[in-house]
């Protein structure tokens, strides 16, 4: 045993001297030194490597015990482990990797999904900042964080374009538009593996889930899905293609099947289109268990099948179904599966390994654990989370400009009602990876600390648990009431899909209550989706939507609530009037019979509008601006021409304020039928009172483009319409003519 361990090394040195130490790894080519250690390899080796096991300190699926787990790494028979987060035990998990006869290194992975040990707002909270650099640097500390504890890899970001508000997943995710996603995760990449992922300071990405989990039908968490080939390409394909072209080191499938085939079986989507057309050299992960969930998905009679089936159709390491490790070497000697089919895998899998410098050093994440006891860093990180947490609320409305609450009246007394107000728990929403509730500031403390002239007194108002309504008391002494109503951190992500998005009847029937005192109210609306709330929503003066913020939830909420921040965040998913609205979403596409509320035989619904109560680009701020229509630097355009649109927006209001400033297409005519306008471009303009700025967009023909019947990326010429504004439902437009 020691003889290989020592061979390898040798052989390693003698590679990484040749190489020059001063380079990136990752700028490496390291494929001499994966093929002698492949040539080195049992083929049970080789199979151990593609195997990846979750430790049983936590379970992100259905439980699967796994006993001697240390013994396996020995044995050589683990390549890679998830939810294990204890340094100590890593370090453990390591040791026992470096006693196995081939000494490989294992590589350790997290779900660390908005925060490691500092907790960001949800991703679908952040994405409303619309603020990509903020995005790209709550991922960086997510990724100093977690490569502090010892992990290489983070089960992120999670890519799916999500319409359906049931399906409990959308909050980790960028919302509705296809465009806006891409952009997200363009910078969360970048974010978690900064320039160069074998820096010990970041960790590798994952683009999840590939593809179309999302489009789950009727919001049912791992659902079928049944898409058309157009849709594949023109919504959930490219977010997966903006990431692979920003370098995301590694791909996760999805649970859902597609054409029949469950996404880790299907040969089209991850050979022919990822390893294929896209030529990615990563690997692919399985999602958890899914490789022996296509025994439940009756497309393979047994483990052994359904091994056959993964690894034939592309899929690289199996997550915990442990398929690969029992089935896969009967496959190869039966002849069923090629060895050089194995090779593929295993070669993608070291090349990580070589990539992060694991071989050189397998303890090279262990060096930075003081990093999370100190004060400073934790400070500088938590200030992130703050600013994060307060560009990520949107304010929805804001009756007689009620907020913000200024701390000048020495007089003034609020009601601060619910109890969210004082929950930590809840802030941190789900997949918090080592945040601990006991770091978060709640929204009680926060508004405490940032009104100190101010008398504030808190009343329950109802149950957490059981949502029961608590009698009030005299509400008259108060100048204004803030309530928190909404989700609590386990009714929205995985596996918490809802028929029911409206907030609790008894939490708005509370809000109308409140509003009976004839006192101002404040509604902090929580959760991890869009949610319903037409009940309360015209006895609440103000409405804020705040997510589930993290660490800093309670001082970014104070932020915005007393002005010291102007709201500037903006809907990245469309909030439904109404349930039996959803999947709502604006870039819907042109029917034959256009809706038309006023005549009968149009498309819609005789109950209720079409629109949402509040759509995708929608936020107010605490001034006003005024954006002027857009104008065009030509009239018509030849195919290869930059086409410049430009309009303005003033600041009209009293205060300095930041508006983000939208851009939509629409294609006129199309040889397919195509979304009523799509969202191309965006630019946030801070201006003070009366200030007035410029906004400039430039396209080019191939952000007019689609696939077409062929699933060719085509821009087809004729007219073309472009439109600004500040929300998908609030637009100005001008057109023009693109010529061959
Ligand atoms: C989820 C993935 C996650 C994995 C590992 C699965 O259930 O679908 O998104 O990365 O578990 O925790």
């Given at each position: 045993m020691k003889h290989i361990v020592r061979v390898i090394t040798v052989l390693l040195s003698l590679f990484v001297t040749a190489a020059g130490l001063a380079q990136p790894y990752a700028q490496k080519?390291?494929?001499?030194?994966?093929?002698?250690?492949?040539n080195l390899m049992t083929l049970e080796e080789k199979i151990g490597q593609l195997n990846q096991l979750s430790s049983n300190e936590r379970f992100t699926g259905p439980v699967i015990q796994n006993t001697n787990q240390l013994e396996q790494v020995r044995e050589g028979k683990v390549g890679s482990f998830l939810n294990i987060t204890r340094p100590d035990i890593l370090v453990q998990y390591q040791e026992a990797?470096?006693?196995?006869?081939?000494?490989?290194?294992?590589?350790?992975?997290?779900?660390?999904?908005?925060?490691?040990?500092?907790?960001?707002?949800?991703?679908?909270?952040?994405?409303?900042?619309?603020?990509?650099?903020?995005?790209?640097?709550?991922?960086?500390?997510?990724?100093?964080?977690?490569?502090?504890?010892?992990?290489?890899?983070?089960?992120?970001?999670?890519?799916?374009?999500?319409?359906?508000?049931?399906?409990?997943?959308?909050?980790?995710?960028?919302?509705?538009?296809?465009?806006?996603?891409?952009?997200?995760?363009?910078?969360?990449?970048?974010?978690?593996?900064?320039?160069?992922?074998?820096?010990a300071k970041t960790v590798m990405a994952c683009a999840k889930h590939f593809v179309a989990?999302?489009?789950?039908?009727?919001?049912?968490?791992?659902?079928?899905?049944?898409?058309?080939?157009?849709?594949?390409?023109?919504?959930?394909?490219?977010?997966?293609?903006?990431?692979l072209d920003a370098g995301v080191a590694t791909f996760m499938n999805s649970f859902n099947d597609l054409d029949g085939m469950p996404a880790t079986g299907n040969k089209y989507l991850q050979t022919d289109i990822l390893k294929g057309k896209w030529n990615y050299q990563g690997f692919i992960v399985s999602d958890w268990n899914s490789i022996a969930e296509m025994i439940q998905h009756r497309v393979a009679e047994n483990p052994k099948v359904a091994a056959k089936l993964a690894i034939t159709a592309g899929n690289d390491m199996d997550m915990v179904s442990l398929a690969y490790i029992t089935h896969l070497k009967d496959l190869v000697e039966e002849g069923i599966v090629s060895e050089g089919r194995i090779d593929d895998s295993v070669r993608r899998i070291l090349l990580k390994k070589f990539e992060l410098g694991l071989f050189e050093d397998p303890y090279r994440y262990f060096s930075r654990t003081k990093e999370l006891e100190d004060e400073s860093i934790i400070a500088n990180y938590r200030s992130v989370a703050r600013d994060a947490g307060r560009k990520s609320i949107v304010l929805l409305k804001n009756e007689n400009k009620v907020l913000p609450i200024l701390d000048t009246k020495k007089s003034t007394s609020i009601a601060l009602v619910g109890p969210l107000m004082k929950s930590q728990r809840d802030m941190l929403g789900a997949?918090?990876?080592?945040?601990?509730?006991?770091?978060?500031?709640?929204?009680?403390?926060?508004?405490?600390?940032?009104?100190?002239?101010?008398?504030?007194?808190?009343?329950?108002?109802?149950?957490?648990?059981?949502?029961?309504?608590?009698?009030?008391?005299?509400?008259?002494?108060?100048?204004?009431?803030?309530?928190?109503?909404?989700?609590r951190h386990n009714e929205s992500g995985e596996a918490r899909s809802k028929v029911d998005i409206n907030i609790k009847a008894s939490q708005q029937e509370l809000v109308k209550r409140l509003k009976s005192s004839g006192k101002p109210v404040v509604a902090l609306v929580m959760g991890g989706r869009p949610v319903v709330f037409s009940e309360m929503e015209p006895f609440a003066d103000a409405i804020l939507m705040t997510w589930w913020l993290g660490t800093e939830a309670g001082n970014a909420i104070a932020d915005v609530l007393t002005g010291k921040y102007n709201p500037s965040a903006k809907l990245p998913m469309s909030f439904p009037g109404h349930l039996g609205q959803v999947p709502v979403y604006y870039n819907y596409k042109s029917t034959g019979r256009p809706w038309n509320p006023e005549r009968r035989y149009t498309f819609g619904y005789i109950d209720h509008t079409i629109l949402p109560a509040y759509p995708f680009g929608y936020g107010l701020s605490y001034t006003d601006f005024e954006i002027a229509a857009p104008v065009l630097d030509k009239g018509r355009y030849a195919m290869g021409e930059t086409i410049t649109i430009t309009t303005s927006v003033e600041n009209k209001g009293q205060v300095k304020g930041k508006e983000t400033v939208q851009l939509y297409i629409q294609d006129v005519v199309s040889s397919l039928t195509r979304p009523i306008i799509e969202f191309r471009g965006f630019e946030q303009v801070e201006l003070n009172p009366g200030e007035k700025r410029t906004v400039r967009f430039v396209l080019t023909d191939k952000d007019l483009g689609f696939y077409n019947a062929e699933t060719q990326f085509v821009t087809e010429p004729g007219e073309f319409k472009v439109f600004v504004g500040n929300s998908s439902q609030n637009l100005q437009e001008i057109s023009f003519v693109l010529s061959e």
């Amino acid at each position: 045993m020691k003889h290989i361990v020592r061979v390898i090394t040798v052989l390693l040195s003698l590679f990484v001297t040749a190489a020059g130490l001063a380079q990136p790894y990752a700028q490496k080519d390291f494929s001499m030194e994966v093929d002698s250690v492949l040539n080195l390899m049992t083929l049970e080796e080789k199979i151990g490597q593609l195997n990846q096991l979750s430790s049983n300190e936590r379970f992100t699926g259905p439980v699967i015990q796994n006993t001697n787990q240390l013994e396996q790494v020995r044995e050589g028979k683990v390549g890679s482990f998830l939810n294990i987060t204890r340094p100590d035990i890593l370090v453990q998990y390591q040791e026992a990797a470096m006693q196995s006869r081939m000494g490989i290194p294992l590589l350790f992975a997290l779900d660390v999904i908005h925060g490691m040990k500092t907790i960001f707002p949800i991703p679908l909270g952040e994405a409303a900042s619309f603020d990509l650099a903020l995005m790209e640097s709550s991922a960086q500390i997510a990724a100093l964080e977690a490569s502090a504890y010892g992990l290489h890899w983070t089960f992120a970001p999670m890519i799916d374009v999500s319409r359906d508000a049931r399906w409990g997943r959308v909050m980790e995710g960028a919302g509705e538009d296809t465009w806006y996603n891409s952009q997200v995760a363009v910078v969360r990449v970048k974010g978690f593996q900064g320039e160069d992922y074998t820096d010990a300071k970041t960790v590798m990405a994952c683009a999840k889930h590939f593809v179309a989990y999302s489009a789950a039908i009727a919001g049912k968490d791992y659902n079928t899905v049944d898409i058309s080939r157009n849709s594949l390409w023109e919504v959930y394909f490219p977010p997966f293609k903006a990431a692979l072209d920003a370098g995301v080191a590694t791909f996760m499938n999805s649970f859902n099947d597609l054409d029949g085939m469950p996404a880790t079986g299907n040969k089209y989507l991850q050979t022919d289109i990822l390893k294929g057309k896209w030529n990615y050299q990563g690997f692919i992960v399985s999602d958890w268990n899914s490789i022996a969930e296509m025994i439940q998905h009756r497309v393979a009679e047994n483990p052994k099948v359904a091994a056959k089936l993964a690894i034939t159709a592309g899929n690289d390491m199996d997550m915990v179904s442990l398929a690969y490790i029992t089935h896969l070497k009967d496959l190869v000697e039966e002849g069923i599966v090629s060895e050089g089919r194995i090779d593929d895998s295993v070669r993608r899998i070291l090349l990580k390994k070589f990539e992060l410098g694991l071989f050189e050093d397998p303890y090279r994440y262990f060096s930075r654990t003081k990093e999370l006891e100190d004060e400073s860093i934790i400070a500088n990180y938590r200030s992130v989370a703050r600013d994060a947490g307060r560009k990520s609320i949107v304010l929805l409305k804001n009756e007689n400009k009620v907020l913000p609450i200024l701390d000048t009246k020495k007089s003034t007394s609020i009601a601060l009602v619910g109890p969210l107000m004082k929950s930590q728990r809840d802030m941190l929403g789900a997949w918090a990876g080592r945040g601990e509730t006991k770091d978060v500031v709640t929204v009680y403390e926060g508004i405490e600390h940032a009104l100190p002239n101010t008398k504030i007194t808190y009343i329950e108002g109802y149950n957490l648990e059981n949502n029961e309504l608590i009698a009030l008391p005299d509400l008259s002494k108060f100048d204004v009431i803030i309530v928190a109503v909404g989700e609590r951190h386990n009714e929205s992500g995985e596996a918490r899909s809802k028929v029911d998005i409206n907030i609790k009847a008894s939490q708005q029937e509370l809000v109308k209550r409140l509003k009976s005192s004839g006192k101002p109210v404040v509604a902090l609306v929580m959760g991890g989706r869009p949610v319903v709330f037409s009940e309360m929503e015209p006895f609440a003066d103000a409405i804020l939507m705040t997510w589930w913020l993290g660490t800093e939830a309670g001082n970014a909420i104070a932020d915005v609530l007393t002005g010291k921040y102007n709201p500037s965040a903006k809907l990245p998913m469309s909030f439904p009037g109404h349930l039996g609205q959803v999947p709502v979403y604006y870039n819907y596409k042109s029917t034959g019979r256009p809706w038309n509320p006023e005549r009968r035989y149009t498309f819609g619904y005789i109950d209720h509008t079409i629109l949402p109560a509040y759509p995708f680009g929608y936020g107010l701020s605490y001034t006003d601006f005024e954006i002027a229509a857009p104008v065009l630097d030509k009239g018509r355009y030849a195919m290869g021409e930059t086409i410049t649109i430009t309009t303005s927006v003033e600041n009209k209001g009293q205060v300095k304020g930041k508006e983000t400033v939208q851009l939509y297409i629409q294609d006129v005519v199309s040889s397919l039928t195509r979304p009523i306008i799509e969202f191309r471009g965006f630019e946030q303009v801070e201006l003070n009172p009366g200030e007035k700025r410029t906004v400039r967009f430039v396209l080019t023909d191939k952000d007019l483009g689609f696939y077409n019947a062929e699933t060719q990326f085509v821009t087809e010429p004729g007219e073309f319409k472009v439109f600004v504004g500040n929300s998908s439902q609030n637009l100005q437009e001008i057109s023009f003519v693109l010529s061959e």
